[in-house]
C-alpha cells in the first residue's frame, strides 16, 4: 500500500494540472488576427480578400452588434454558430461565394436591423424561422438561388422597409402577408417564378 502513494500523488497532480489549465479563453483568433471576446462589438472585413469557410469560431464573439464579411471569397455554407451572435444588429455577408441553405439559427438574432445575403449562391428555401427577426427594416436576399415560396412569415416583419428577393428562383404565389408591410418603400420581387396575380391589398 506504502508503494502506492507516490503514485496515487503522481496522478492527482496530473490531474490537478489539467483541471488548472482548463481556463475560459478571453481572446479569439481570426484570420490571424487575435479578438477579445468580451470587447468586440464590432468587425468590419469587408473588401480584404478573405477565402475559404466562415470560421465556426465567430460565434464566439457573443458581444457583437455589428459584422461585414461582405465583398470577400468566402465559401462553403455559413455557419449555424452565427446564431449565437444574439446581440447583432447589423450582418452583412453579401457578395461572397456561400453555398447551402440560410440557417435556421439565423432566427435567434432578433435585435437584427440589417440582413443582407445577396449575390451569393444560396439554396434551398428561406427558413420561416426569418419571420422572428421583427425588427428587421432591410432584408436583402437577391442574386442567389433560394426555391420553393416565399414564407408568410415575412408577413411578421412589420418594420421592413426594404425587401429584395430579386433574381432567385423562389415559386409559387405571393403571400398575401406581404401587403401587411405597410412600411415598405422598397419591395423587388422580379426574375423569379412567382405565380398569380397582385392583388388589391398592394394599395396597402
Excluded: A, H
Aim: charged share 15%; proline share 8%.
Amino acid at each position: 500500500m506504502i508503494k502506492l502513494f507516490p503514485l496515487l500523488s503522481v496522478l492527482f497532480l496530473i490531474y490537478w494540472g489539467c483541471e488548472e489549465q482548463d481556463t475560459i479563453p478571453t481572446e479569439l483568433t481570426l484570420w490571424e488576427i487575435d479578438y477579445s471576446i468580451e470587447d468586440t462589438d464590432s468587425l468590419d472585413l469587408s473588401f480584404t480578400g478573405l477565402t475559404g469557410p466562415i470560421p465556426t469560431e465567430i460565434g464566439n464573439l457573443i458581444n457583437l452588434t455589428y459584422l461585414d464579411l461582405r465583398g470577400n471569397d468566402f465559401t462553403g455554407k455559413i455557419p449555424p454558430e452565427i446564431g449565437n451572435l444574439t446581440n447583432l444588429n447589423y450582418l452583412d455577408l453579401g457578395f461572397n461565394q456561400l453555398t447551402d441553405s440560410i440557417p435556421p439559427e439565423i432566427g435567434n438574432l432578433t435585435n437584427l436591423g440589417y440582413l443582407d445575403l445577396y449575390y451569393n449562391d444560396l439554396t434551398g428555401s428561406i427558413p420561416p424561422e426569418i419571420g422572428d427577426l421583427t425588427n428587421l427594416t432591410s432584408l436583402v436576399l437577391g442574386f442567389n438561388q433560394l426555391t420553393d415560396s416565399i414564407p408568410p412569415e415575412i408577413g411578421n416583419l412589420t418594420n421592413l422597409g426594404y425587401l429584395d428577393l430579386y433574381n432567385n428562383y423562389l415559386t409559387g404565389s405571393i403571400p398575401p402577408e406581404i401587403w401587411d408591410l405597410t412600411n415598405l418603400i422598397s419591395l423587388v420581387l422580379g426574375y423569379n417564378q412567382l405565380l398569380g396575380s397582385i392583388p388589391p391589398e398592394i394599395g396597402n
